[in-house]
């Protein structure tokens, strides 16, 4: 397992309001330590739409930027 493939894995058993059934994951630690420990650590995808864009993840704007700056500031997602 690599980082940055998607796997399609089982997420069963769940507690509390974590995703379960099939889902696509996102594998986010390296190959090595995959290897070494048997447990990958991944991230679930999902597809709920508004979910994502208003759930506290960021996005990339060009607000504050220099014209000469090719910086970008990491603002939090704003709510539409």
Not at 38 to 67: H, M, Q, Y
């Amino acid at each position: 397992m690599d980082r940055g493939k998607i796997w399609l894995v089982s997420l069963d058993p769940i507690a509390g309001y974590e995703q379960s059934g099939k889902r696509p994951v996102l594998i986010v630690s390296k190959a090595s330590f995959n290897k070494l420990t048997r447990l990958p650590v991944v991230v679930p995808i999902t597809s709920g739409g508004n979910f994502a864009r208003t759930a506290g993840f960021t996005s990339f704007t060009g607000r504050g930027r220099d014209k000469n700056d090719w910086r970008y500031s990491l603002r939090p997602a704003q709510n539409h």
